[in-house]
């Protein structure tokens, strides 16, 4: 495709590279790019919804639109200073829009990107736009917080002078109240912040739409009625005792309602809040002295507090006898639960970035902080580590571990591990029984162990590997148990591009197949029923996309005028009718490496973007499956009859048998999803350790070097008591007959 050139898309350039941050409001697409020298902040383009996206003479740059909407006093502003770092977009209308400048001018849009209005940075110099960090409140669509970094901060981030200011407006922008000196010098610099309408209730009552969190160095306390001074200053260095958390329902009008001394970073997840303090703290959030533990290291170490009610803080208990260097949390499935993944600071740890690059991922507690091991030594690089969930299908994991078996490290140690049950058990991941590419996909001969001959995946810290780019394994919860990945087969994951393959799963991650002999992006849409794929700009140009209506059974091939070195595929919004259409974007390429590339020399920034709006490429072949029950289009898959989390599954989805009939895309009305049916008896599926043991066989031992007791001293007082089996049923699992596993 297409058959008809004249359906063949444009190319779509941009004078720098694309961003990748593409922004859908009701009728249009806004796009940022970056600047010549490859930083956010380049001009903005946008382009129309519909079929005349794909036509480059539909697109337009909006650097002297928004040069013009500066204001009069701003008439002289240079085409840089209307650069673009990031669009902001209202979750409680889409057409509500805040740009974040790229020097000292924003400006907002209340028609979808029609208009726009210049708005004056805030701040006392005022302030980059760049250094600014924004939020949208959830419920009221003209209200914004803003953190700003004072001139100070562009010279040396250490020095004195250097302060963020906390700011908020509810006239999107018009005017703004610095929240630092509202607050009568009750916080100074502001280091984190968040709505409190982000989460649902707090400090024992329904949020209020003024609630705010905030952690932040003192002020230089004044009486009512003056200003407070600007008091210490952060962000430096590292984790500070000197920070406070506080909690106002005023916007800092009056006195914060709750203090935790020593708060330095929070993440509000599954409706509570986690509260980061460093180790050396001299007391815990109630205001009861604490004793840091012998391993704690001054600016380093740092303890984890949970809340879910904001009523009082409970230390997150891991059983590990090491301090933390930070952490990583991850929803589960019902959002009722979190995963930490702990970056421990080992002994001889210079840096949570300097030794051991690993985390161990902890399941969710029980009675709000008695975590437990689920899986040890998971990778983890630039404070990102290999550990996902399988959107869509409950209690499915994926992760990359650290084999702790190899004595060196050089390219190849990790090894990719699936769970199928909650976290409770991983496993390795079986290959397929048979290739569409043996020859590039299968390097494995025949009759090799599991454990020599495993399908490996790159997760996300692959994107940024010394070795290069690899894209990670990804599903959206729109299309679940469809995942696509990049990896190998072999003993460890191998992170030389002639080692990769594109794999594709249907089923969660329980079987997979090879379905380009390549590294390639990839996008799912549809409700899982199409995939769109382009060979990554790290196997060179290409003038060819694939794409499948049926879940990978068979795959189209899209031709494009001009090549490009292809950075990454997105998918229109579904909430705007833009499903069926993908964005291809990336660079431009140099006429030296291919005859279809567009680039005369070798240095290029150019960027290229096309628009794919498949009912248009394909023309007369397009057509909408048959749902009825007798459809030939669709299969009912029941995860080969397992029981997961307690109870057996099942899901209506694509066929995939290649067939003619095949050939049609799902109606818009059609959802896949995962349903639950029969409760199932419980089985050792179901359980995992209690906190302080671990699995060996279907056993639970004691860890070694772990004293429940010291590892988490609240344990006795918290009222909870553990089965004398030390087994607990796994988060959200409904099984029956628990009596038979937890005696």
Not at 11 to 36: E, K, R, Y
Not at 155 to 182: A, F, H, P, Q
Not at 237 to 252: A, K, N, Q
Not at 669 to 694: A, L, W
């Amino acid at each position: 495709y297409p058959r008809d050139t004249a359906r063949a898309p444009d190319p779509i350039f941009t004078v720098n590279g694309i961003d990748g941050q593409m922004v859908w409001t009701s009728n249009a697409l806004l796009v940022t790019t970056t600047t010549a020298q490859g930083y956010p902040g380049g001009p903005l383009v946008k382009g129309p919804l519909g079929s005349s996206a794909s036509s480059a003479a539909s697109w337009s740059v909006l650097t002297d639109d928004l040069k013009r909407a500066a204001g009069k006093d701003e008439k002289e502003i240079a085409d840089s200073d209307a650069g673009v770092v990031a669009v902001h977009q209202s979750p409680v209308n889409r057409d509500v829009l805040f740009l974040q400048g790229q020097s000292r001018i924003n400006w907002v849009s209340t028609d979808g990107g029609q208009s726009f209005t210049g708005r004056r940075s805030p701040g006392k110099d005022p302030s980059l736009g760049r250094n600014e960090v924004i939020k949208f409140h959830p419920r009221q669509q003209d209200w914004l917080l803003l953190r700003t970094a004072r001139d100070a901060c562009d010279v040396d981030v250490e020095m004195t002078e250097c302060v963020y200011d906390l700011m908020v407006t509810k006239d999107l922008g018009k005017s703004w109240t610095n929240i630092t000196e509202r607050s009568r010098g009750r916080i100074g610099g502001v280091r984190d912040f968040e709505w409190g309408a982000v989460m649902g209730s707090f400090h024992g009552r329904t949020t209020k739409d003024d609630d705010v969190f905030v952690t932040a160095y003192p002020g230089n306390r004044k009486d009512e009625g003056e200003k407070g001074e600007k008091g210490e200053k952060g962000m430096y260095p590292g984790w500070d005792e000197r920070l406070t958390f506080f909690f106002s329902d005023d916007l800092f009008g009056s006195a914060p309602k709750l203090e935790v001394q020593c708060g330095n970073l929070f993440e509000i997840i599954s409706n509570r809040m986690y509260l980061a303090m460093p180790s050396t703290c001299p007391v815990d959030p109630d205001g009861n002295p604490r004793h840091g533990g012998s391993g704690s290291i001054e600016d380093r170490s740092v303890t984890m507090y949970v809340s879910v009610d904001g009523k009082g803080f409970v230390e997150a208990c891991l059983p590990a006898s090491l301090e933390d260097d930070g952490y990583n949390l991850v929803s589960t499935h019902d959002d009722a639960g979190v995963f930490v993944l702990a970056d421990h600071a080992e002994p001889g740890s210079r840096g949570p970035s300097s030794d051991s690059p690993s985390a161990d991922a902890y399941a969710p507690a029980y009675n709000v902080s008695l975590h437990t091991l689920s899986i040890g030594n998971v990778y983890r690089r630039a404070f990102i580590t290999d550990f996902a969930r399988v959107e869509g299908v409950p209690g499915y994991y994926l992760a990359n571990a650290i084999d702790a078996g190899l004595s060196t490290r050089l390219f190849s140690y990790l090894k990719t591990q699936h769970s199928a049950n909650g976290g409770a058990t991983w496993d390795l991941i079986a290959p397929p029984e048979a290739y569409r590419y043996p020859q590039a996909c299968n390097s494995c001969p025949p009759g090799s162990s599991l454990e020599a001959c495993a399908l490996h995946l790159h997760g996300p810290t692959s994107w940024f590997a010394p070795e290069g780019q690899h894209p990670n394994f990804y599903s959206v919860r729109s299309a679940p148990g469809v995942v696509l990945a990049t990896g190998n087969i072999g003993a460890h994951l191998d992170f030389r591009s002639e080692a990769d393959c594109t794999w594709l799963s249907r089923d969660g991650g329980l079987t997979w197949s090879d379905v380009a002999p390549r590294t390639s992006v990839y996008e799912v849409s549809d409700s899982g029923g199409t995939i769109m794929l382009a060979a990554h700009r790290s196997e060179g140009p290409t003038s060819e996309l694939q794409f499948s209506l049926d879940q990978g059974a068979c795959f189209h091939t899209v031709k494009l005028p001009k090549a490009m070195l292809v950075e990454n595929i997105r998918v229109g919004s579904d909430a705007v009718g833009e499903a069926d259409t993908f964005y291809v974007y990336g660079s431009a390429c140099s006429k030296q490496e291919s005859a279809d590339c567009t680039f005369e020399g070798w240095s290029m920034d150019q960027g290229i973007l096309y628009v794919v709006r498949l009912p248009d490429l394909v023309g007369d072949d397009w057509k909408v499956c048959d749902t009825g029950s007798s459809s030939k289009s669709y299969d009912d898959f029941d995860f080969g009859g397992k029981c997961l989390l307690g109870r057996t599954l099942t899901m209506r989805r694509r066929a995939a048998d290649g067939s003619a009939d095949d050939f049609c895309a799902n109606p818009p009305s059609f959802r896949q999803s995962v349903r639950g049916k029969d409760i199932c008896q419980c089985t050792m599926d179901d359980v995992e350790c209690e906190f302080g043991y671990e699995r060996r066989d279907k056993q639970c031992v004691p860890m070694p070097g772990v004293v429940a007791a010291s590892a988490c001293p609240r344990l006795a007082e918290s009222g909870y008591r553990a089965s004398d089996s030390h087994r607990r049923l796994v988060h959200s699992n409904s099984c029956s007959n628990v009596n038979a596993v937890i005696p």
